[in-house]
């Protein structure tokens, strides 16, 4: 099975600018979950998703948003970036058929906002 | 979530078996225990997972005792190409958020 894919890999935005960043999951996985890493803040929880609908949230401000497709692929949304927005972001499925499952990471989308 | 603490860091020689201890206290009867790989600038990768007592793979191995108040991974004749952060994680199942500590930095030379 093809592993869980992240789109654009690199992405250059200016301050007040919004991005749209996709993740396909692992064929057959219905959830999605969304984090954010940086040097500072280390890895941190954004949101899942599962079966389209926002299943957890992170302690993130409202500029950030998701959503989750019939398809199970996945989006997030940042809107008037900031400086601090810069961050790798990273995206992990999971099948969530039962309890105990792990979560399967893509490669991460890196963010620079200058 | 349970929290979580492991060592910052640890240095290794390849060829040597690394263990990293996590402590996990506050482990709830439905936790799992987890822990990811991550190399700079990539997603955590998933090396092992268990409930109790010991599991085995082909990368790790993950002992756990009775009490479940904490874990240990280890690594067999590590490599260079084992340096790297390993996380150690609870959790009930998929879908909750995973809070990821610090981690171990492993650094491990020739």
């Known amino acids: 099975k093809a592993g869980v894919t992240q789109t654009p890999r690199y992405l250059i935005k200016t301050r007040g600018q919004q991005v749209t960043l996709s993740c396909s999951p692992i064929s057959g996985h219905r959830s999605v979950s969304w984090y954010q890493q940086t040097p500072g803040q280390g890895l941190q929880f954004l949101f899942e998703?599962?079966?389209?609908?926002?299943?957890n949230k992170g302690n993130f401000p409202g500029r950030f948003s998701g959503r989750q497709f019939s398809n199970s692929r996945s989006e997030m949304n940042v809107s008037t970036l900031e400086l601090g927005d810069s961050a790798l972001y990273l995206c992990?499925?999971?099948?969530?058929?039962?309890?105990?499952?792990?979560?399967?990471f893509g490669p991460g989308t890196r963010l620079l906002v200058l | 979530l349970a929290k979580t603490t492991q060592p910052i860091s640890m240095d290794s020689y390849e060829g040597q078996e690394v263990n990293i201890t996590c402590s996990h206290n506050?482990?709830?009867?439905?936790?799992?225990i987890t822990w990811y790989q991550q190399f700079p600038s990539q997603g955590p990768r998933f090396i092992i997972q268990?409930?109790?007592t010991k599991v085995t793979n082909e990368v790790a191995s993950l002992f756990i005792p009775a009490d479940r108040k904490s874990s240990t991974l280890s690594l067999p004749r590590v490599s260079l190409s084992d340096t790297a952060v390993y996380y150690c994680?609870?959790?009930?199942?998929?879908?909750?958020?995973?809070?990821f500590g610090k981690g171990t930095t492993l650094s491990v030379s020739s």
């Open positions: 992990a499925s999971s099948p969530q058929t039962s309890g105990g499952e792990t979560q399967y």
């Open positions: 268990g409930y109790k």
């Open positions: 994680l609870v959790g009930d199942q998929a879908g909750t958020a995973l809070i």
């Open positions: 506050n482990i709830a009867t439905n936790d799992y």
């Open positions: 998703y599962f079966s389209e609908t926002q299943r």
